[in-house]
């Protein structure tokens, strides 16, 4: 070989001196790393950083794990409230914006935000109350989950990537923007599995109404292994293919799956570790097991008539009474050890605002049927929870991809998005009752104090499990991925 094609930098390599000279200097280096690391002189800040895999069985990738450190929560049930609910009609009380109803947003001039310009300074359609014994300001749009105050913490200093609704579902579901990544969820059974040994680790509910606008992104499994993407069903539509078809005899089924698991252990001694095989029968396994639990979660013909009046079940509203229904199939699916629920109200099938918290043009008229819908069948799903003991291991989220803006749309009587502040609270294991963190400013447009982003929730709700949020990763195209990206830190100041 020529000299002249080798790269300059490594010719000196090619001299016996230098190439000793530069090999006894590296292990001179490997030593002294040594004897400092042997001393603890080297610092903990790379080891509290390397990342934590789960131990999964492959043969039963659901069973439960062991978490990082010791929980304050086992489970989680989140409340996803489609169309990006208006703070400032709920929960964030802003006098100011009140006093100055009616008059420009200062510094607004000309402001342009998703759908075009903004007018003047907004007050709420609903008058703000002092709730329970904190006090704590509610608006009359949700009385029955407002009445239950003292029990929530506020995180009223949220911001998101995003004003647009795809997006902001997804990163408010997955942590990032872009389609493609494992939701919350998925994060949590791949971490630590489930005590449903007959039903699904993680749960979807789409509202009775339809599906969010990002649909399965919200639940999806993305890059990680797809035994722990979200399993999509309500009590109008359970989950399909459960039931056996009435012209398969049941000793022919039977013979069949005898007959597969002899093929299956046929190929599993002949490939020892196969980890695709092994988790697709440990899927299809579950599949069977769910075909005897999973139907009859959605039969409520048994319940007493003080928990069917409890959630609704029976409203004349159909809407109502159908998420009323899935807010008792989320209480018993936590009931039954099931990590993860995410339990969505409202939809994008009917269009902006229809069946969703879009509240562009009419909020007053839109939110006026949204409302009753989620109120008191999510209020008497906390109730019941709360009753049963189940809140001692399970928090509950409420949230929202964004907020609204405290000025109405030009030419309409609603509000445009606002990813700059707005609130989501949770209650149950491991939070402060009766608690606030963060703020918007004066009118509720910004986040001005302890600002949030939703990296710190997810970071919260994973230290909640027992997870270090920077541990829990997935090496994924030469990258370690976590549901926090770089980001995040827990939220401390709400913790018991």
Known sequence: MNMDEIYPDGQHLLNRRSFLQSAGAGLGGIALSSLLAEQGMLGTAQAETVPIRPDINPTAPLSARKPHFTPKAKNVLVIFCSGACSHLDTWDYKPELIKRHGQPLPGGDDLVTFQGKNGNLSKSFWDFKPRGETGKMISDLLPNLAEMADDYTFIHSLTAESNTHGPAENQMSTGFTLDGFPSMGAWASYALGSDASDLPAFVAIPDPRGVPQSGPNNWSSGFLPAVFQGVPFNTQKPIPNLKTPGYIKDGDEKATREFLKFLNDKHLERFPGDNELNARISSYELAARMQL??????????????????????????TKAGFGKNCLLARRLIEKGVRFVQLFNGAYAMGEGVGNWDGHKSLKDQYSIHAPILDEPAAGLIKDMRARGLLDDTLIVWMTEFGRMPTFQVGASGRDHNPSGFTAWMTGAGVKPGFSYGATDEFGYKAVENVTTIYDLHATILHLLGLDHERLSYYHNGIERRLTNVHGHAIKDIMT
């Open 293 to 318: 639990r999973a139907a009859s979660m959605s039969d409520f013909h048994n319940e007493s008539p003080e928990t069917r009046k409890l959630y609704c079940i029976d409203d004349p509203n159909e």
